[in-house]
């Protein structure tokens, strides 16, 4: 069974890092893309960013670019988001989700339950 | 970049209706139109990929048609279980989703 279990969400203050991971298990992760999608708290979907199975290639929602950084490490089939200079308006739930083939811009599934990022003072 | 818009943004229907949504984007995304499934307090479900092809283990009440730019997700006969919220999402470039259309109990 495939599961993708978020962690690394918490409460930060707007300027300050937090690192999410996703493990991955259940199936070949080198074997497709990832993506972080997020939610926020009433509101719809929104794609964040997204990495091939090598890494080739990265995209990023404008809203994020330059400020978060995705990455993932095959040996550790795990995924990750570092988000920098974050704002109140980052402030969601963060979910992985694996993408049905090798390249990012398919579609997506399954998710994992997320993880939950509020940027506050 | 392209962007996607759904209608209605919200809908009640009853047990056993026929309910249709509808997706457009601004460009032609040939047939990259994919949608999901979202319960309250749950993470999404992929129903149906390439705008008419129905994800495994899906109910096959669940359908998908269109292609360009306008696509429609139809439920046949509604079930208690399909009241949630309806997302498309174009893969056709940098992935977008729609703003979502919530179908509630009537």
Known sequence: ?121 | DIQMTQSPSSLSASVGDRVTITCRASQSISSYLNWYQQKPGKAPKLLIYAASSLQSGVPSRFSGSGSGTDFTLTISSLQPEDFATYYCQQSYSTPVFGPGTKVDIK
């Not at chain 1, 200079?85 to 998710?111: G, M, N």
Request: glycine share 10%; hydrophobic share 35%.
């Open chain 1, 1 to 121: 069974e495939v599961q993708l279990v978020e962690s690394g969400g918490g409460l930060v203050q707007p300027g300050r890092s937090l690192r999410l991971s996703c493990a991955a298990s259940g199936f070949t992760f080198d074997d497709y893309a990832m993506h972080w999608v997020r939610q926020a708290p009433g509101k719809g979907l929104e794609w964040v960013s997204g990495i091939s199975w090598n890494s080739g290639s990265i995209g990023y929602a404008d809203s994020v670019k330059g400020r978060f950084t995705i990455s993932r490490d095959n040996a550790k089939n795990s995924l990750y988001l570092q988000m920098n200079s974050l704002r109140a308006e980052d402030t969601a739930l963060y979910y992985c989700a694996k993408a049905v083939s090798l390249e990012y811009s398919t579609p997506f599934d399954p998710w994992g339950q997320g993880t939950l990022v509020t940027v506050s003072s």
